[in-house]
């Protein structure tokens, strides 16, 4: 078992989101700041890998981008993007900068 008190992970703001070496309990709290980071750099365009898997993880992101109010939309990605194993995101423009925690 990992502490909790781990030191914050820095992770490229690009939009592509990696979640294969996270823990699922850090997602519900991972996902919507690194979606109001890239809304504040202008990044409206993002891909989230969650990989195949047993759809599970892919569940759990889908249900976190329909409460947020600035997701546009999101669909599995195409074949070329990661197929089931990823989503795609469209925000909307106009974020106010993210808060700390």
């Not at 990044?43 to 992101?61: F, N």
């Not at 600035?70 to 599995?76: D, T």
């Amino acid at each position: 078992m990992q502490p909790d008190n781990l030191e914050p992970v820095q992770i490229p703001i690009d939009g592509v989101l990696d979640l294969h070496s996270f823990r699922p309990p850090e997602i519900k709290h991972l996902v919507p700041d690194y979606l109001a980071e890239c809304r504040a750099r202008d990044i409206l365009q993002v891909r989230i890998i969650h990989g195949k898997g047993t759809g599970t993880l892919c569940r759990t992101v889908h249900a976190i981008l329909a409460q947020l109010d600035y997701v546009q939309g999101f669909r599995i990605a195409g074949d070329d993007g990661g197929s089931w194993g990823a989503t795609l995101v469209d925000l909307q423009a106009g974020a106010q900068p993210p808060s700390s925690r």
